[in-house]
C-alpha cells in the first residue's frame, strides 16, 4: 500500500502541522474504493465538505460513512410498508370492513406517510453520521434524538493505538468493518462504526501516529 | 358513558377523532424532522443540504395533506 504521509521533519505546533501534513502525495487512482460523490463513503481528501468546528488551515483527509449495505434493512423494510396497502387490497381486507368508502384511502394515506419517515428517518441517520480524518484531529460527529449532537475529537498526536474489525459474513464480502482508536486525550477510544476498508483506515491512521511519533 | 359503538356509525366518528389526533401529534413530529435537519446541515456541509431541506419540506407538507384528508374522508 503506498505511503498517504511524509513528515518533514517533526513539527512543534498544531498550527505547524496544519500547514505541513501530511501531503497528498498519493494519487487517488491508488485507493481503488474512494470516491468523491456525494453518497461516497470513503473519501480521500473530499471536496466541498466541511464541518462547524473546523478551524481555518484545517484540512480534512478522510470523510468516512457506514458502508452502504447498512442502509438495506431500512430500504426493505421502507418498500414492504410501501405494499401494506395493495397487499391489504387483494386480500380483500378493506373490502370485508364495514368502513366507509374512503377509508382504504386513508390507510393507504397513512402507510405512505409512515414508509416516508421511516426513510427519511434511515437516510439521515446515515448519510450525517461522519467520521472525519483531518490534518489536526480525528472527528466523530453523532445525531441523536432528533435536535441533539455530540461532536468528539481528539488530536492526531495523541493516537496511541489502531485496530479494526471485520465481521460476519457481510463484513467480509463487502470488506467492512470496525476501526478502534485509542487516544491519549479526553476521549480515550473512538470507534468508527462499520466502515468500508477498515484496514486502510488503520493504516492511514498508523501513518499518521508513526510520523508523529518519529 | 357513552357507547360509541352501538350508536350506528359513531364509531367511526371515534376512529377519525383518534386518527386527527394522531396526526396532529404527527404534524408536530414532522416539524421536529426539519428542525433536525437544519441542526445536520448546519453542522456538515457535504453538498447535499439542498435536496434533504426539500425533503424534510415535502415531508412535512404530506403530513399535513394527510391530515386534511383525513378529515376530509373519513
Known amino acids: ?214 | 358513558m357513552v357507547n360509541f359503538f352501538a350508536a350506528g356509525g359513531s364509531e367511526w366518528l371515534l376512529i377519525k377523532a383518534f386518527s386527527l389526533v394522531l396526526l396532529g401529534i404527527y404534524l408536530i413530529y414532522a416539524m421536529v424532522i426539519i428542525r433536525q435537519v437544519k441542526l445536520m446541515t448546519d453542522t456538515l456541509h457535504v453538498g447535499f443540504e439542498a435536496p434533504v431541506k426539500f425533503l424534510s419540506y415535502f415531508h412535512l407538507v404530506f403530513a399535513f395533506l394527510v391530515f386534511v384528508a383525513t378529515l376530509v374522508i373519513l
Open chain 1, 1 to 214: 500500500m503506498p505511503d498517504i504521509f511524509i513528515a518533514e521533519n517533526k513539527k512543534e505546533g498544531a498550527s505547524q502541522i496544519s500547514q505541513d501534513l501530511p501531503k497528498e502525495e498519493v494519487s487517488q487512482e491508488e485507493f481503488s474504493n474512494h470516491s468523491r460523490h456525494i453518497f461516497s463513503a470513503f473519501s480521500l481528501y473530499p471536496r466541498g465538505v466541511s464541518f462547524e468546528t473546523q478551524e481555518e488551515g484545517e484540512k480534512i483527509i478522510l470523510m468516512l460513512r457506514r458502508h452502504p449495505i447498512v442502509n438495506v434493512k431500512w430500504i426493505v423494510i421502507t418498500i414492504l410498508l410501501l405494499g401494506v396497502p395493495t397487499l391489504l387490497n387483494d386480500l380483500g381486507i378493506f373490502s370485508s370492513l364495514p368502513s366507509p368508502s374512503g377509508f382504504s384511502l386513508f390507510v393507504t394515506l397513512v402507510t405512505y406517510l409512515v414508509a416516508m419517515t421511516y426513510a427519511i428517518e434511515g437516510f439521515l441517520g446515515w448519510y450525517y453520521d461522519i467520521y472525519f480524518v483531518t490534518t489536526l484531529r480525528i472527528v466523530d460527529i453523532n445525531f441523536y434524538n432528533m435536535i441533539s449532537k455530540k461532536v468528539a475529537d481528539a488530536e492526531v498526536s495523541k493516537i496511541q493505538n489502531t485496530s479494526y474489525t471485520t465481521h460476519g459474513f457481510l463484513g467480509a464480502v463487502f470488506n467492512y468493518g470496525n476501526v478502534f482508536i485509542q487516544t491519549a486525550a479526553k476521549i480515550p477510544e473512538f470507534k468508527f462504526t462499520s466502515i468500508p476498508n477498515p484496514d486502510k483506515v488503520a493504516k492511514i491512521l498508523d501513518d499518521f501516529m508513526v510520523k508523529f511519533q518519529a
